[in-house]
Structure formats: structure tokens, C-alpha cells
């Protein structure tokens, strides 16, 4: 089955600066990745996904990027907000299947 | 339109006794999902439903764990006996349709003492 990785496990960053996150998969197969936010007590909320057959999406602060050769995808969040921290997962489908696997998170810290 | 509802929010019991979770998923969304998350990691599938058919239980404990999808709609997921190292937090999530890409939603999540 999928392996994905995630890297690092905690990321502390000051406000306004950039914080990186990056994500490996093992299953070429893999086409669809999604980035999860999940705050303290809270659900895991869906803040940006990508599809294989792009290399890089954004949304306002938020931008993912993908390295299908390589087979590794990253979130970058710029001018980053206190409010941005939280714990955040990568993920990997096979989107004809439905069947996620989970990185093992990433806690951002932004210090104001 | 409601989001994915579980309940209990939280449960604290004692290992050997049973517990159980409840899910409803969003209208009209085939696929659910049970999840358990440990502390400080990913989310891991337990079992992933079809309309009513359990497609993927391959990381589900048998011995101990079960649970239902009747009808197609409302979810059940038990555990009999709990354990101590059964204390996470039970998510469930759902998604539109098979065969497409698809943004799963997920619950508030059931967190789990055994004592």
C-alpha cells in the first residue's frame, strides 16, 4: 500500500515569515493530495488540494506543489498569521478509490 | 447543510467494557470512513464503506472491533473488549461518490479513555 511521509513534525516560525512543509509518497499510482489544518480539539478541515495532473495550485497564502518524478508534494504558507497554527496533514489517494493515507502531521507554530 | 455528526463527543470507560460510536454522515454521501487518531499522528482507516458494503476493513482489529453501515446511511463502529491502548480519538469522515476525486469531510471525532 501508500507510505507517506511528512516532514518535519514541528515547524515554529515567527509571524509574517514563510513556513514549508513537505510530504512524500511511495504509490505512483497516487493522483490526488489533499493538505489538512486541524486545530487543537477540532476536526481535520480540507485547506488545499492538488491533482496530479498539476504541478503547483494556489489559494491566497496557500500554495501546493507537486514533484510527480520525484514523488513528493509541499504546502507553503506565506506571511504567515498567528491563527495558522495548528497541526497540518498531508494525504494521498488514488482518486478513482477513495482510500486516503495520512502523513503523520506537521504542528506549525507562528509567534507573533 | 449539516456537516458529518458524531456522538458521544467523548468516553471514558474502563478496559474490557464495550463502547460504541455513532456516525451520520452528509446527505446523500456514499462513502464513509472510520478513522482512529492517536495522539500527536495522522489519521489511520479502520474501514471504509461503500453505500452500505465494507469495501476496505483490512486495518480493522476483528477480535475486537466491528461495525455497520445499515441501510446505507447512519454508521455504528464498536469495540468489545476496550482496551488501554484503544484511547484515541475515533473520527469519521464522508465523501460524495466512488470513482472520482472527492474531498472527504470529516466529524468532530469521539475521544476515547480506557482507563
Excluded: M
Aim: charged share 20%.
Amino acid at each position: 500500500g501508500e507510505n507517506v511521509e511528512q516532514h518535519p513534525s514541528t515547524l515554529s516560525v515567527q509571524e509574517g515569515d514563510s513556513a514549508v512543509i513537505k510530504c512524500t509518497y511511495s504509490d505512483s499510482a497516487s493522483n490526488y493530495f489533499p493538505w489538512y489544518k486541524q486545530e487543537l480539539g477540532k476536526r481535520p478541515q480540507l485547506i488545499i488540494d492538488i491533482r496530479s495532473n498539476v504541478g503547483e495550485k494556489k489559494d491566497q497564502r496557500i500554495a501546493v506543489t507537486l514533484n510527480k518524478t520525484a514523488k513528493h508534494f509541499s504546502l507553503h504558507i506565506t506571511e504567515t498569521q498567528p491563527e495558522d497554527s495548528a497541526v497540518y496533514f498531508c494525504a494521498a489517494s488514488i482518486g478513482n478509490f477513495n482510500k486516503f493515507y495520512f502523513g503523520s502531521g506537521t504542528k506549525l507554530n507562528v509567534k507573533p | 447543510e449539516a456537516g458529518v455528526v458524531q456522538s458521544p463527543r467523548y468516553k471514558i470507560i474502563e478496559k474490557k467494557q464495550p463502547v460504541a460510536f455513532w456516525c451520520n454522515p452528509i446527505s446523500g454521501h456514499n462513502t464513509l470512513y472510520w478513522y482512529r487518531q492517536n495522539l500527536g499522528q495522522g489519521p489511520e482507516l479502520l474501514i471504509r464503506y461503500e453505500n452500505e458494503e465494507a469495501v476496505d476493513d483490512s486495518q480493522l482489529p476483528k477480535d475486537r472491533f466491528s461495525a455497520e453501515r445499515l441501510k446505507g446511511v447512519d454508521s455504528t463502529l464498536k469495540i468489545q473488549p476496550a482496551e488501554l491502548g484503544d484511547s484515541a480519538v475515533y473520527l469519521c469522515a464522508s465523501s460524495p461518490l466512488w470513482g472520482s476525486y472527492n474531498e472527504q469531510f470529516f466529524g468532530p471525532g469521539t475521544r476515547l479513555t480506557v482507563l
